[in-house]
């Protein structure tokens, strides 16, 4: 499986660790974050891989040139940020027209990808797509999603005090090779997933929650949490 990984961003609610060290590269346990996504990806049989970036790109790039990955991993260097969207919309080509990965590079995930990929071939015929979703106790400060009966997203709500649950989006996607065919007719327009691509396929998401280790490490609260915790294996 084939996946992008999206590891351009400013990471600027987590200043001043990254001021001088880009988001995807912070360490927990010692070991950059982009390394455990890299090593957890390969475990379960996902490569090659397309990582963007911008902010601190020299870093990021010396980085996978030391990676034992480096073989399996393309950098696409972004002289403009393009959004979520337009990073997966101006790489359509890399997918091969196959099913692939989206990945938000900024969170700590110590998911079964293997289970997440199974359960993604295995998903409702109608749905385009699979959702990673996580249960948070900081409901308020993500992004809510409501499930049928059939696992399947019926409505999102945006970061508010007061949401309905507290069953979070984790911003990783597995997305078919349908879908992919669909979004390579959109303009320049289209930059970013969650709020232009995600809500026109409310019915069509299948939705997989892990049970394991997943934190946004976008404060140093949180940042400071995932280290914390028992290092990933």
């Known amino acids: 499986m084939k996946a992008l990984l999206l590891a351009a961003g400013f990471g600027t609610r987590l200043r001043p660790l990254t001021d001088a060290t880009p988001k995807c590269l912070v360490p927990i346990h010692g070991e950059p974050l982009l390394g455990i996504w890299l090593r957890k990806l390969a475990a379960a049989d996902c490569g090659p891989f397309l990582v963007n970036t911008h902010y601190l790109s020299g870093q990021v790039e010396l980085f996978i040139e030391s990676s034992p990955y480096r073989e399996r991993i393309t950098v696409v260097h972004e002289t403009a ?79 508010q005090p007061n949401p309905s649950g507290n069953l979070a989006n984790g911003a990783v996607y597995l997305l078919s090779s349908a879908l992919l065919a669909q979004l390579r007719g959109h303009g320049p327009g289209i930059v970013d997933f969650s709020t232009q691509v995600l809500p026109s396929l409310i019915g069509r998401i299948h939705a997989w929650e892990t049970t394991d280790t997943f934190i946004d490490i976008g404060t140093p609260r949180t940042y400071a949490l995932a280290n914390a915790l028992t290092p990933a294996t």
């Open 81 to 159: 940020l393009l959004g979520t969207a337009g990073t997966l919309i101006s790489n359509l080509d890399f997918f091969g027209g196959q099913d692939g990965m989206l990945i938000h590079a900024d969170n700590y995930c110590l998911a079964d990808f293997a289970a997440f990929i199974h359960a993604h071939r295995n998903r409702p015929p109608h749905c385009l797509m699979t959702m990673m979703t996580f249960r948070t106790d900081h409901p308020s400060s993500c992004g809510i999603v409501t499930l049928d009966a059939n696992n399947t997203v019926v409505r999102f709500e945006k970061k």
